[in-house]
């Protein structure tokens, strides 16, 4: 019996201290493909920072984004928003009944952005990118565990394998 019991406890701690981590968390929509048409007509280096965040996405991630131009289903808007409680803000429209999402708008805020580097400005274009292809904030592992941390003070600037791991979930 005492062997049967050790043998129980160290199955437990074994087995009971392993689990796959999936921090990520989902918004509840997502595209009905992983094709999406995106454009990056802000200014300067931010349409740079854009693009470099949009190749991010596609090199490491299902997604699939390619520049629809004026008729794009992600628009991307650069200006000052003033004080308020955003660098980056992302809406997106979806169909209720399948939350399916239709487009989105991505608006960067000078008002705080003009102060960063050019990796913190792509940092927040990638975060916003994500908002919309279907990926919420997730502060569980900490501002270096994931470039969908909540605020500016993430460590981060490029897709990590969890912010991937959420995105392929999708698509």
């Known amino acids: 019996m005492k062997k049967w019991m050790v043998a129980l406890g160290l199955a437990l701690m074994v087995f009971g201290a392993w689990s796959p981590v999936f921090a990520f968390v ?3 929509q997502h595209w009905a493909d992983s094709r999406i048409s995106y454009e990056c ?9 854009c693009e470099n965040a949009v190749r991010e996405w596609n090199n490491l991630s299902e997604a699939d ?12 808007t650069v200006a ?3 004080n ?3 660098s980056g803000y992302c ?5 209720r009944a399948d939350n399916i999402t239709t487009s989105s708008n991505i608006r960067i805020n000078t008002h705080f952005t003009a102060g960063y580097d050019s990796n913190t400005i792509k940092g927040v274009i990638v975060h916003e990118f994500g ?6 904030h997730e502060d569980s592992l900490g501002r270096g565990g994931a470039v969908m941390y909540s605020n500016d003070e993430r460590t981060v600037y490029t897709p990590t394998q969890d912010d991937i791991n959420g995105v ?3 698509y």
């Open 91 to 95: 809406d997106w429209y979806f169909d």
């Open 168 to 170: 392929n979930a999708l």
């Open 26 to 28: 989902h918004t509840g």
């Open 65 to 76: 984004f390619y520049d629809g131009g004026a008729n794009a289903e992600i628009t991307t």
């Open 41 to 49: 007509d802000m200014q300067g280096d931010y349409t740079v920072q």
């Open 131 to 136: 908002h919309a292809l279907g990926l919420a």
């Open 84 to 86: 308020v409680d955003w």
């Open 80 to 82: 000052n928003y003033g």
